[in-house]
């Protein structure tokens, strides 16, 4: 399973864009990066996920390079409502693999 | 409304008092997924099952059983409950495997064991 690292927080304000990048040196040939946001008490929420290059959607872009051994997710003009924690996962294609968050990046946004 | 459900929502038991989490989801998803969070530790995951009658272990199973045999639903059981599992326990569904498919996770259901 390729182990991810990621920055344990971070500040910012608001209108600023944010980027929070994910390092995961053993990834495989199938495997996926996906990122997701999680607020205090609820359940996390999925928001980019992406295979090589960029990937782009109404809320974040993500970027691959090429060597895919890390990956970086970019929050536009964040808000406040934009503070929480969030999580990147590399997961196999592979039947069976187990799922591995890890501690996530605490996104912190002030005024 | 698409969702994953997850009953009781709030639960306080005693040490040994077997209890069973529910969940369940109306999406008609191949694979769920039983995961624990604790304060420091991030989201670690219990037992997955990619269908029915087809389960695995996660990275914390210790104390756990699952059991997958309608599609819809995947009970967490704890057979002897003990105040190490004080815990938010979440579920969480994807259309099949989670590597190039987003998971939906219920609202989690806060678990006191004293």
């Known amino acids: 399973l390729a182990k991810t690292t990621q920055p344990i927080s971070m500040d910012s304000y608001e209108g600023q864009e944010v980027n929070i990048t994910c390092s995961h040196n053993n990834i495989a040939t199938n495997d996926y990066i996906t990122w997701y946001q999680q607020f205090p008490s609820q359940g996390p929420r999925f928001i980019i996920q992406?295979?090589?290059t960029k990937v782009t959607n109404e809320v974040a872009s993500l970027f691959i390079p090429a060597d895919r051994k890390s990956s970086t997710l970019s929050l536009p003009r964040v808000s406040l409502s934009d503070t929480a924690v969030y999580y990147c996962l590399v997961a196999s294609v592979q039947a069976g693999t187990a799922l591995i968050f890890g501690k996530g990046t605490t996104l912190s946004v002030s005024s | 409304e698409a969702q994953v459900t997850q009953n009781p929502r709030y639960l306080i038991t005693v040490t040994g008092k077997k209890l069973t989490v529910t969940c369940s989801q109306n999406m008609n998803h191949e694979y769920m997924s039983w995961y624990r969070q604790d304060p420091g530790l991030g989201l670690r995951q219990i037992y997955y099952s990619m269908n029915v009658e087809v389960t695995d272990k996660g990275d914390v199973p210790e104390g756990y059983k699952v059991s997958r045999k309608e599609k819809r639903n995947f009970p967490l059981i704890l057979e002897s409950p003990s105040p190490n599992q004080t815990s938010l326990y979440f579920c969480?569904?994807?259309?099949?495997?989670?590597?190039?498919?987003?998971?939906?996770f219920g609202p989690g259901t806060r678990l006191t064991v004293t």
């Open positions: 969480a569904s994807s259309l099949k495997g989670w590597s190039s498919y987003e998971q939906y």
């Open positions: 992406g295979y090589k």
